[in-house]
């Protein structure tokens, strides 16, 4: 069963498709948001796997089209990728009636998307995310940017999409590590106050790793769902879009500092949830119970829930870089008197 | 005097301040717009002259600031120098309460504000234009952006300032040859359809080129108005905005394949207006005696009212790549038989 989620954004609403065969019924999918020509931006992982299949629905809708292959991978993130699509849309006379097509995990998601975003001050893009963490996070909210060589995620726009083809059969060819840190981000949801969600996950959970369809679309729908929910409320990040970070300003210094790809995103955020509980506890806000239930939620998941080992000035180093800091004497009391690491 | 225009935006409202002395008392002007730190992108022509007086309004407002000081040039319009902003933003530890204050013409306008609305997916910024051009041109319409080797403004977003601070005091440091060119634009705006304007403006651009004071204030505030009503009513270009193109896409023309700087903006957009309006008059849309008006208006303010003579191939070439470009066969067919350049 494909479901479909619409989305609805200040700049225009979206439909999010999800379930079990969209690429190979991918015309189906395009044809409401293609137009004459289409630029797909994938890479050398993901092209071998759904390329053809993307070319020929372009075919099918009479849609001439182009691909820009890049480097997999976060390191490649860059001003230099991203130069390298504009050049070749610039190349392929790419114009303002040129969809391009994002086919991909996260970093082609955040790579396309903001050139989408700033190619001729802005032509429409349609995400195909083939990882579960892009499924679950990247499909709703509007982020998209590249990384600097002084910060990860500092160059970027606010862009939405003019549709998300979440197909749950690429999750067939995704490596466990990779599925297990999309789970990451779906446990993050429900920690975020939906106390069903996270009775239904932990029941559910061992099946889900198993990859049952239905069950894998009814979880993606339901994370894009609350996203699109908190987004709707605060687009830019502004109030509560902040709660959707639960986790990640302890995951991006664990990954700052492991270098970025030997934790995965989702890994490291697994991780920094559980510390963030454990500074939860410490302010008497969560109960030690709590915090068990969310370790064995991670665990079911394969993840870790132990972070690495660094001292307290490597924590705050990394913590003062992060976006949405606003000093706060009892969270940064809580990481000067670290000595013993949860 | 001075005066206060309202530009409302789908993102918020921003007020234009218009008038002399602005720069002299730019903590009044400033104070609403700033809060505990600032970033002033500016050039080497312009700093020595206002960046003192913009750096003690931040003192005076208990703002810390940095500055960051471009080469000056459309040469330098680029990628690289976009990165110097953000990485000189990175080392300063800038975050999204940081303002961006953009002191210099349209060069340094497009780019501040395109560093502006991409730093840290946007922070805020205002503009400072010091050119005529940029005063009644860049002030209104959120365009902002950098140049690619392939094409001119190719990368850029739709972003809007906090404020505008237009300081008529500032164009008495223009050369003669930029004020005309800002002329070019001035004029462009009587021609989109306001006869009396365009009467009035008949009757004054010789004080106006004297540089008195309150007049120059009205044609600034007058082509400021004009635009926001215009852009107001189709803020990403997909209609009415392109009225704003007038002479823009035979002047962009004349810039690239004279090669940029050679010919400036405003020059070419005036020999190209006068080409649109032959264009005009050879479809039927215009007498003779209005491009006689027309050319004569221009002259007054020094300006060119001939292209350069290029072959047919190369101006469709240029024209080709036009971002408005909609092939249409009777203009193609003006251009593919132009053998008597106007």
Known sequence: MIQT??????????PIYIGSGLISHAADYLRPHLGSRAAIITNTTVAPLYLQAIETACRQLGTDC????????????????????????????ADRQ????????????????????????????????????????????????????????MIGAFYQPQAVIADTDCLRTLPAREFSAGMAEVIKYALLGDAEFLSWLEEHTPAIMQQQTDLLAQTIYRCCQMKADIVGQDEKEKGIRAHLNLGHTFGHAIEAQMGYGNWLHGEAVAAGMVLACRLSEHKGYLKTSDIQRVIRLLQTAALPVCPPKFDAGTWLAHMQHDKKTKPDKSGWWFCKNWDKPP
Request: no cysteine; proline share 5%.
């Open 5 to 14: 989620l619409d989305v609805h954004t200040p700049a225009h609403s979206y």
């Open 66 to 93: 182009f691909s820009i292959i890049l480097p997999d991978g976060e390191a490649h993130k860059t001003a230099e990728s991203l130069n390298h699509i504009y050049t070749s849309l610039l190349e392929n006379h």
């Open 98 to 153: 040129t969809t391009i097509l994002a086919l991909g995990g996260g970093v082609i998601g955040d790579m396309a998307g903001y050139a989408a975003a700033t190619y001729q001050r802005g032509i429409p893009f349609v995400q195909i995310p083939t990882t579960l963490l892009s499924q679950v996070d990247s499909s709703v909210g509007g982020k998209t940017g590249i990384n600097h060589p002084l910060g990860k995620n």
